[in-house]
């Protein structure tokens, strides 16, 4: 019989040594990495049955990357966390998402062996669908622009400009479609490449309807909120290896989209003050 082949990942060697040691005496084929880094090396180049890695980590990135590294490389391999503390609260809950388990350190090797054994008997707790931020934001476009106009109307000073939903969201569609090919970009943040003659169209628009600047850095603020609050609801299912870059992405993005905006607001600005 083939013994199951399992990755240890924690970043205090004591640990790591000792549970490569008795996983191994007890018949495992055991990979041990010190680091997020070093096993994401040997998930990308290998395939694994079981993970078991700490949760917490110093350093880029932590357990929940390596987890997420897992699921796309070896869809089928069970993932188990490590953590040393009690009460995980309502993490544990998002965390659970990504993770098939949590184990609470120290764990009795009996214990442990016991729930290795019974978890690769019933494979993962079920296939969980991977999207990346991207794919999360083309899905949920209208579900974010709809909360994004609830929110807006909440705001008094907002709404002392009377326009129509229509009117009021007209750039969102577009701005949805240019943070998409941000994040499917990669390239460094703060990259100055998307040129959006939407935003500029919005800035001018903006103008044209009466709106203060402030009012505009407001709608913008709101909108930042509103699309975190979705990667809140989709965090079962976000790729955990992407998501702090994506955020901040998202974060660069939208702020550079108001800048823009705010550039052909002050430019229409400047000329509806010249003389005609």
Not at 55 to 80: E, F, I, K, N, Y
Request: aromatic share 4%.
């Amino acid at each position: 019989m083939v013994p199951a082949r399992v990755l240890v990942v924690d970043d205090d060697e004591t640990v790591r040594f000792s549970l490569c040691k008795i996983l191994e005496k007890h018949g495992f084929e055991v990979t041990c990495a010190a680091d997020v880094s070093e096993a994401l090396k040997y998930i990308s180049t290998r395939k694994f049955d079981v993970l078991l890695s700490d949760l917490h980590m110093p350093g880029a990135g932590d357990g929940l990357t390596v987890v997420s590294a897992m699921r796309h490389a070896s869809p089928d391999a069970v993932t188990l966390l490590l953590s040393g503390f009690p009460e995980m609260s309502a993490a544990a809950n998002a965390i659970l998402m990504q993770a098939d388990e949590i184990l609470l350190k120290p764990m009795k090797i009996p214990d442990l062996i016991d729930t290795i054994t019974q978890r690769l008997a019933k494979g993962p707790l079920h296939k969980r669908k991977v999207e990346t931020l991207a794919m999360i934001l083309e899905r949920t476009t209208q579900d974010g622009i709809d909360d994004w106009y609830t929110e807006v109307q909440k705001e008094d000073i907002l709404m002392t400009i009377d326009l129509s939903r229509e009117a009021r969201c007209a750039h969102l569609p577009q701005l949805f479609r240019d943070l998409g090919r941000r994040l499917q970009a990669f390239h460094p943040l703060g990259t100055k490449e998307l040129k959006s003659e939407s935003a500029s169209n919005h800035g001018r628009d903006r103008r044209k309807q009466g709106y203060t600047a402030a009012m505009m850095v407001e709608e913008s603020r709101i909108l930042q909120v509103t699309i975190f609050q979705t990667l809140q609801k989709n965090l079962g299912t976000i790729d955990f290896s992407v998501l702090l870059l994506g955020v901040m992405t998202i974060a660069d993005e939208v702020d550079s989209q108001l800048s823009q905006a705010m550039k052909s607001y002050i430019a229409e600005s400047i000329e509806d003050a010249l003389p005609g």
